[in-house]
């Protein structure tokens, strides 16, 4: 079992007679991508805020990197960015990043231009942010809070205002960073399909609530979602998917489809090698209860309690 990063216990924050969060059980462990979903005043900002030490809670107990006490301590290991991110729109990105570094007193000097590579914005280090687009300050936004390569990062929807292809280029950098460094990331939406293929686990917030934790895989499989895929040669297609691409899950139906049940963000390297193979690709989709759908049937449960 990998090692606890973050653990809320009966975690709770009170405005007045108001629960903004109550009794919220979260978990976190290393290495997982974990999509914190909630609608708008679900909880999410506050349940943040009272992570990274911006808030007070009102009960319950926090748990960070095992330890439920000298939290200060324990928080240098975590990098944030919360809404919209404070950066000097005058100065370029190479300046904010630097500005940065000499207040929290990370002495390499080097963690600049390296963060500046990492997040794809080496060749606009010398531009000032006011010239920069909605995706380069969100980017720009990840370097700072990166730079001191945080063990645990932790971004409140850092895909508010991106376009898709934006959402895509997040998605791989912040996969990159779980591969390559280890990260734990704790990433909060409005839009579950938005944290789609990246999210390895979903904790859903409802009115103050964690409704409920799921692993990607397990929700799938409650979605029953599928890639759904008709070649001109489904034996073919077949034998390459196990031996390319390692794809042992799927099943192939009399109608001559092929239902691949786990691996849902391979649609882009399936294609890519059946047309490296000359295989002809009738339909490639994701099929099953959209996760939105999910999402709002468990609220809709909720509701009616
Ligand atoms: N300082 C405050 N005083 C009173 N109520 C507050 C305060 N801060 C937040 N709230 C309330 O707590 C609830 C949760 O707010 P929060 O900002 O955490 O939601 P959210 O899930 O992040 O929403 P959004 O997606 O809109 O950012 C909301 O009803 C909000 O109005």
Sequence with gaps: MARTICETKNLSKKYKNFYALKNVNLTIHKGEIYGLIG????GKTTLIRLLT????????????????SNLQQERLKIGCTIEMPALYKDMTAKQNLEVQRIQRGIPNKKCVSDTLGFVGLAHVG????SNFSLGMKQRLALGVALLGEPE?????EPVNGLDPTGIIELRELLKKLVKEKETTILISSHILSELHQLATYYGFLHNGELLKQISAEKLNEEC??????????VQRTAVILEN????????????K????????????????????NRIMIDEISIQGE????????????RKNV
């Design 39 to 42: 609608e708008n005043g679900a």
């Design 53 to 68: 030490g911006l808030n007070f809670k009102s009960g319950g107990e926090i748990v960070l990197f095992g330890q439920n």
């Design 126 to 129: 010398n531009k000032r942010v």
């Design 152 to 156: 645990f990062l932790i971004l409140d």
């Design 224 to 233: 029953k979602r599928h890639i759904c895929l008709r070649t001109d040669d």
């Design 244 to 255: 390319q691409l390692s794809i042992k899950k799927y099943s192939i139906y009399p109608d």
């Design 257 to 276: 489809s092929i239902r691949i049940f786990d691996d849902l963000d391979k649609t882009r390297a399936i294609s890519k090698v059946l047309s490296d």
């Design 290 to 301: 959209s996760l939105e759908t999910y999402f709002e049937n468990l609220i809709g449960g």
